[in-house]
């Protein structure tokens, strides 16, 4: 069973406007929520993160909004730009210092020029 | 700034032979993660270490093992080869404290069973 859902396989967004990526999770024990972005042939790469006692969090054109209740998190890019194309994973653990992470299936991002 | 290196990058291996991967954490990191990513699927997380002791397990088949050695690289040694083992293998490090979970992630090595 999926515990982290990105139910979204795909999104294109045109240049400038804001791309919102959703993830949900069923595992109310997750406190911590990262989004790791991945181009074609490269490892993930950290993007932001967010830990449960926030509901959101902002690094530059970047922020991630998280709704417990919910347990839903989006992540927001503003403005977007085609170097932001890639695919981009929601990833959700237990903060207990090194704990595995699940990730999502993730979302294919296109930026149109 | 010194990011994790996995090696080889790419590796072809006929059935039933066996493989080992490599991954060297960023230096002074103290966790070491493997996770699995097969074709159109999310990451799947295997086995890690801290401090040169297994952590957690995951999904790793009996037929795979790992450790983490005393300069802190590790191995994942895959045996009895299966084409579903065919996947993209990712090493990732992190610091234990502070807590915050951020894994840094190698450029994955593409393991073909043929």
């Known amino acids: 069973d999926q515990q982290v859902k990105q139910n979204s396989p795909s999104l294109s967004v045109q240049e400038g406007r804001i791309s919102i990526l959703n993830c949900d999770y069923t595992?109310?024990?997750?406190?911590?929520f990262l989004w790791y972005k991945k181009y074609p042939a490269e490892g993930p790469t950290f993007l932001i993160s967010i830990s449960s006692i926030k509901d959101k969090n902002e690094d530059g054109r970047f922020t991630v909004f998280l709704n417990k209740s919910a347990k839903h998190l989006s992540l927001h890019i503003v403005p977007s730009q085609p170097g932001d194309s890639a695919v981009y994973f929601c990833a959700a653990t237990v903060d207990s210092g090194n704990t595995p992470l699940v990730f999502g299936k993730g979302t294919r991002l296109s930026v149109i020029a | 700034a010194a990011g994790v290196i996995q090696s080889p990058r790419h590796l072809i291996k006929e059935k039933r032979e066996t493989a080992t991967l490599k991954c060297y954490p960023i230096p002074r990191h103290d966790t070491v993660y493997w996770y699995q990513q097969g074709p159109g699927q999310d990451p799947q997380f295997l086995i890690s270490f801290y401090e040169k002791m297994q952590s957690d397990k995951g999904s790793i088949p009996d037929r795979f093992s790992a450790q983490q050695f005393s300069d802190y690289h590790s191995e994942l040694n895959m045996s009895s080869l299966e084409l579903g083992d065919s996947a993209l293998y990712f090493c990732?490090?992190?610091?234990?404290?502070?807590?915050?979970?951020?894994?840094?992630f190698g450029p994955g090595t593409r393991l073909t069973v043929l």
């Open positions: 595992n109310s024990m997750f406190d911590y």
């Open positions: 990732a490090s992190s610091l234990e404290q502070p807590a915050g979970n951020e894994q840094f």
